[in-house]
């Protein structure tokens, strides 16, 4: 099997699982899949909406694990955004994606926890196991160090002649 069958697979085992999702759950309006950097994957939503969305599900996602990680109760498993006409879910598809759901009021978010979590992990080992596209470069393991210490003597230094002078009233 060539990387572009693999590539071509994948994305369509992936369209099938949300297919299949929408389909066994009506209460579902429009997925999104999206990378944890926020780039749309896929999406039955229209294109504006789901860029943003991925976006906002990236966000959402980073938070959430923050908060899991600080009050050290476990791993991140969803976030949700309840509104008056239904609810925004996002939940972790894999170590590089995410799915995001819009359900409608009447949706039953624990049954549709169990079913969304399922898709969610399928579709996340699929997408962790497939084949980086040509010329791509590898996702880094570890999150880069947010500064980088400097030694004093390597920065250039700026003259000392400033002179300070009275703001006028």
Partial sequence: MTVGETLVNADTMVGTELWGLRRRRPEVAGTVLAGTDGLLISSDLPATDATHLAALAAASFGLGHRVADTVRQGEFRESVVRTSAGAVVTYPAGRNALLTLVADSAADLEALHDDAR?????????????????????????????????????LPRRAAHHTWRRPPI
Avoid: M
């Fill in 118 to 154: 399922a898709v969610a992990r399928r579709t996340g080992s699929v997408l962790d196991t497939r084949p980086a596209a040509p010329g791509a470069s590898p996702a880094p393991e570890a999150p880069a160090p947010f500064a980088v210490t400097t030694p004093g003597a390597a």
